[in-house]
């Protein structure tokens, strides 16, 4: 039985998170997460004070990166993540440890130490795959390839809103810089940069909501799927 892949790359901010496990639920599909493991690779890092020293110590970190306890229990309420048993899934949220994770995710080595794992999430009957690079490194054979973007400032937007709705006060001016510096890290690094695999389907979400990218996905999944 073939197993369909749907991989769907962009920045951060773009949607892609909520379009990916929407979209695994509508085609009874696995979903990964991949940023959720860079974000537990930081976390992780981050309790053994080895995140300054990640060059210094890469070999120990190499080993922790293999060797991650993580576990993905899904719920009604959503996905809960455990890491070496604790209930972690609001803390790798938070924009601080989506700074372990960008950090973690400029070193070659520890990407490769993640590649089998994300590799093993693809099964039968499918996977939505969400990322960076899903569709240009880890599945470059996925059927359908999508890359979700959106202008910085509307995603910083979308980021003030629900840090608001969280009740975090919040400058747009310093998410507006964060976002940036995000962006500039992740696509302009030496491996595996955030970039559109040359046979994806792009989508610019500034202007549309969640269904309206939601509908334009699932038009595009549905035609690929019938080939
Ligand atoms: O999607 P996210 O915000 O949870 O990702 C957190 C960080 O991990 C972000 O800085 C980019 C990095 N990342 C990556 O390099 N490759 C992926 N496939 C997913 C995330």
Known sequence: MTIHIITIDGPSGSGKGTLAAKLAQHYHFHLLDSGALYRLLGLSLHKRGLLDELEQQLA?????????NIKFEMTQNGTIVLLDGEDVSQTIRTERVG????????IPQLRTALFERQ???????????????????????AQTKIYLTASAESRAGRRVKQLQ??????????????????????????????????DAYQIDSSDLNIDQ???????????????
């Open 60 to 68: 120990q970190c190499v080993e922790i990166a293999l060797n991650l």
């Open 213 to 227: 990218v939601f509908a334009l996905m699932v038009n595009y999944i549905d035609a690929q799927l019938a080939k």
């Open 99 to 106: 700074e372990y994770a960008s950090k973690v995710a400029a």
């Open 119 to 141: 590799r093993a999430f693809a099964q039968a009957p499918g996977l939505v795959a969400d990322g960076r690079d899903m569709a240009t490194t880890i599945f470059p054979e």
């Open 165 to 198: 709705g969280m009740g975090v006060d919040v400058k747009m001016g310093d998410i507006l810089a964060n976002i940036q510096a995000r962006d500039k890290r992740d696509m302009e690094r030496a491996v595996a940069p955030l970039k559109p695999a040359p």
